[in-house]
Nanobody
Framework: QVQLVESGGGLVQAGGSLRLSCAAS????????VDWFRQAPGKEREFVAA????????YYPESVKGRFTISRDNAKNTVYLLMNNLKPEDTAVYYC?????????????????WGQGTQVIVSS
């Protein structure tokens, strides 16, 4: 039912910022918790951030904590990933994923529905 489309990727110099968007179709988006993942060539897909269905709970791995911020605007059916102080090792294709949850607080890691990804390249 819900479909996801990522956008906002591009080429940025180290130390710069980007804001990625995950736009969802469907009328039940507010029921979905959402994750961001990334995958660089030759590497496994890596968890980046998670947010509960109403935005009240978030979770980050140590690799991005303090630099990345996940947020959402359910009125716009969109989840965002603000990436500050970007490093070359952040270069990857970034994906969002969603899963229906039944509480406002629930965080999920790994979703049932995935977008097509958006490329982020950080140059030195």
């Amino acid at each position: 039912q819900v479909q996801l489309v990522e956008s906002g990727g591009g080429l940025v110099q180290a130390g710069g910022s980007l804001r990625l968007s995950c736009a969802a179709s469907g009328r039940t988006f507010s029921s979905y918790a959402v994750d961001w993942f990334r995958q660089a060539p030759g590497k496994e897909r890596e968890f980046v951030a998670a947010i509960s269905r109403n935005g009240g709970s978030t979770y980050y791995p140590e690799s991005v904590k303090g630099r990345f911020t996940i947020s959402r605007d359910n009125a716009k059916n969109t989840v965002y990933l603000l990436m500050n102080n970007l490093k070359p090792e952040d270069t990857a294709v970034y994906y969002c994923a969603a899963k229906i949850t039944h509480t406002d607080q629930a965080i999920i890691i790994g979703g049932d529905i995935w977008g097509q990804g958006t490329q982020v390249i950080v140059s030195s």
